[in-house]
């Protein structure tokens, strides 16, 4: 057997060795929090009442999050795959796929910006029938209304491209047999994209579970505080770090759970572009008016918010901000974490899913009796983020910067490097995976009858088809890192600071017009990188 | 001589296990063509026989060195699949060069290009050229690796009529010029009539020879 391997050494070791690291990071964070939690407590033991209630409301807003996004997600990509001639569908769906790495704070600003107390909603509301929406927006409903911003759009996305995956020859079957759009739906489109509904909704459902910077703001009191802010909480405000620990606790062995058995579920998040052949004939006209309507609402509902962030963001006063030390050193800060994250993540990507894809192939190990173990340890060590959400590995970093002194700016970069690149990889790796797996499966006797492996296998055969998907990953972890909030809200400070941890301080501190600037050059970054990015990626050539 | 002696194969599918027992030889410059309907194992055949698959049992044996335990780059063979012989984004020339080890002079590469109909087109894009045209191309390379085994894994699939005769013709005369053992898989017995010294037929995982 171990000659076997032995044969796949060069792509094996690294990858495996990737793996070990993340896994034993994760085991001493783990170590760092119980040797400090110095409690002897079983798990339920810990559960009190004021825990207790933490927990039902993170998993009820998470739970309602889910259903609303994944519906709502459902029928706008349904939608979308039938009306291809919508006006500027195209821009609707590009707009749709980067809602995963707009920053989280900005959502929250473009939602306030339109359905806050002084938001345009409300002005309208007051003029036209004397009526104040008042605050909604703060508490469970501004909670849910955020989450479905950010992952119904990231479910139409993903759903989007299953509904184009299906055969035009079944449409044609359906629309022989005079199947009703409902019957249709059941029979034909249901079947096609309900592996992608199951596995996007749990990755919905981790992410609405730990999220943090839209309960943190639209919480609005601590009734409606989720596990993770509450462990900011008493970290930053209360300076409780036992609770702290007993929460992070809590949350830790939840989400490993419920990662451990999502880890194997497939999500399709690719850059693959959509635009399928056309159905040659029309919908029914019902169908038709809500799939219209449909498109047009949410699209309303997602421009909206980014274009409030432009609208606001170009009264600002550009001189004032930039001439501003502490927004310089956020400035430089962010681009130099989000270049670093992304450029590991690239890397530790390329490795992982080089090793993985040897238990994936007959041709490879897949018929080795450790080829499964294997797959799944290295398929959890890359959705380690969701298993460890970012308070708690930032609390982790916390206590380690207190037992370990050192310069603060060390621990809090190594703990922001840390958190995105791990936050990364389960994307990335869903994006590389599959496209590896490909070349492998279209090359590998090509490449082994040749006797082409190492780097020449990388340029010649490797690098033309991953390129792409390449880029938009250095862009997606690029932006995924310029906008969080997570781990920094533990370490910022005046002397340490990112752009999200400063716009944030802004907007407490009711500096609107800076924070409308901040907000939009934070915008405009993060959607040119992620616009363009891939672009020269795609451009470069082999010779 | 190349000398196949029991070499055996377990697969198992979900429901049933499958046993493969394969026994053939080979003189220089001989064509074994190997036929049989899909699903009998002709291609776990050559995937044994290539080291793409590892036999629990038996030998290969190449003018007196068995091959079992070597990968498939260190085996003296070379193969022609049915498809992705190529990597269509790169010229037809570093599609040659990238299966050669070491220097091969420019010059080599424009006879053996001449010598397969396709004079002039090192420059030209793999997937510019139609499938016949891409399969030449892939017999080039072969030809260049000058190996002893040539094994053919129903590469003229799909190929019209005037180009797989070209081929077939091709194959029979580099075998017969370069003294190769050469190996042809294939569900087209008349292929095998054409060009073969022997062929055998596979079924239920073992040779018979016709």
Redesign the interface.
């Known amino acids: 057997m171990f000659?076997?391997y032995g044969?796949f050494k060069s792509s094996l070791i690294p990858g495996l060795l990737i793996s070990f690291f993340l896994l034993t990071l994760a085991v001493f964070l783990f170590f760092t929090l119980y040797e400090n939690s110095n409690t002897n407590e079983s798990l339920f033991a810990v559960l009190s009442p004021r825990i207790l209630k933490l927990l039902k409301f993170t998993v009820f807003q998470a739970t309602l999050s889910t259903i609303f996004s994944i519906l709502i997600g459902i029928v706008l990509a349904w939608s979308l795959s039938h009306q291809q001639k919508f006006p500027n569908r195209a821009l609707l769906v590009a707009l749709f796929s980067s809602s995963l790495v707009l920053p989280t704070i900005i959502v929250v600003l473009g939602l306030i910006t339109i359905l806050g107390r002084n938001g345009w909603l409300n002005h309208i509301s007051l003029n036209l029938f004397n009526h104040s929406f008042e605050g909604f927006l703060y508490g469970l409903s501004g909670i849910l209304i955020a989450h479905v911003y950010l992952n119904g759009s990231y479910a139409a996305r993903s759903l989007l491209h299953s509904f184009e995956s299906i055969p035009k020859e079944k449409y044609k079957l359906a629309k022989s047999l005079g199947f009703s759009t409902c019957k249709r739906f059941y029979y034909i489109e249901w079947p096609a994209i309900k592996t992608t509904v199951f596995s996007v909704s749990s990755i919905v459902f981790l992410l609405c579970f730990t999220s943090f910077a839209i309960v943190l703001i639209l919480g609005g009191n601590p009734s409606y505080n989720t596990l993770e802010v509450a462990i900011y909480e008493a970290v930053k405000l209360d300076f409780d770090i036992s609770f702290a620990l007993e929460l992070a606790f809590l949350q830790l062995s939840i989400s490993v759970v419920l990662v451990f058995f999502t880890s194997s579920l497939k999500t399709d998040i690719s850059n693959i572009k959509t635009g399928s052949e056309m159905i040659p004939w029309s919908e029914p006209f019902g169908a038709k008016i809500v799939q219209k309507f449909t498109i047009f609402i949410f699209g309303l509902f997602f421009l909206l918010p980014l274009l409030a962030i432009v609208v606001d963001g170009v009264g600002a006063d550009y001189m004032k901000i930039l001439s501003s030390s502490i927004f310089i050193k956020s400035f430089d800060t962010s681009i130099v974490i989000a270049t670093l994250s992304s450029l590991i993540t690239i890397f530790f990507t390329l490795l992982l899913s080089g090793a993985k894809r040897n238990f994936a192939l007959k041709?490879r190990l897949a018929d080795s009796k450790l080829a499964s173990i294997f797959e799944i340890l290295i398929s959890f060590s890359g959705t380690l983020y969701l298993a460890i959400p970012s308070l708690v590995l930032g609390l982790g970093f916390f206590l380690l910067s207190q037992k370990f002194l050192a310069p603060q700016a060390f621990w809090a970069t190594f703990a922001l490097l840390s958190a995105n690149v791990l936050m990364s990889l389960p994307f990335s790796l869903s994006i590389i995976y599959p496209a590896m797996l490909k070349t492998a499966t279209?090359?590998d006797?090509?490449c082994?009858?040749?006797?082409?492996?190492g780097i020449?296998r990388f340029i010649?055969?490797e690098w033309?088809f991953l390129k792409e998907s390449i880029g938009y990953v250095i862009a997606l972890s690029f932006c995924l890192s310029l906008g969080d909030l997570g781990i920094i809200s533990l370490f910022g400070s005046q002397d340490f600071s990112t752009l999200p941890w400063y716009l944030y301080g802004l907007m407490g501190s009711y500096k609107n017009s800076d924070a409308s600037g901040v907000a939009l050059i934070l915008l405009s970054l993060v959607l040119g990188v992620f616009i363009l990015l891939p672009k020269v990626f795609s451009r470069s050539r082999?010779? | 001589m190349l000398d196949i002696k029991d070499l055996t194969y377990r697969y198992k599918t979900q429901n049933q296990e499958n046993i493969y027992n394969f026994s053939l030889n080979a003189k220089k410059g001989e064509i074994v063509g190997i036929v049989g309907a899909s699903g009998n194992g002709k291609s776990t055949l050559l995937?044994l026989i290539?080291?793409?698959?590892?036999p629990i049992e038996g030998d290969i044996v190449c003018d007196g060195t068995s091959l079992i335990?070597l990968?498939?780059?260190?085996r003296p063979?070379?193969?022609l699949?049915q498809n992705?012989?190529l990597?269509e984004?790169?010229s037809v020339e570093?599609n040659i060069r990238?299966?050669i080890?070491g220097k091969i002079e420019q010059k080599k590469i424009y006879e053996i290009l001449q010598l397969v109909g396709l004079d002039g087109y090192e420059n030209k894009t793999a997937k510019t050229l139609s499938g016949g045209q891409q399969q030449r191309v892939a017999l080039a390379r072969s030809l260049l690796?000058d190996k002893p085994i040539l094994l053919l894994d129903e590469p003229f699939t799909g190929l019209d009529f005037d180009t797989r005769m070209l081929m077939l013709k091709l194959v029979k005369d580099i075998t017969k010029t370069k003294n190769l053992y050469t190996m042809m898989v294939t569900h087209e017995l008349s292929d095998c009539d054409k060009i073969a010294d022997k062929v055998y037929e596979v079924k239920n995982g073992k040779l018979t020879l016709l």
């Open positions: 000659k076997k044969r041709s279209r090359y006797k090509l082994f009858s040749l006797g082409i492996g020449k010649y055969c033309p082999v010779a | 995937d290539s080291g793409f698959l590892e335990g990968s498939p780059q260190k063979m070379t193969i699949f992705y012989n990597f984004h790169l570093k990238l299966g080890q690796r």
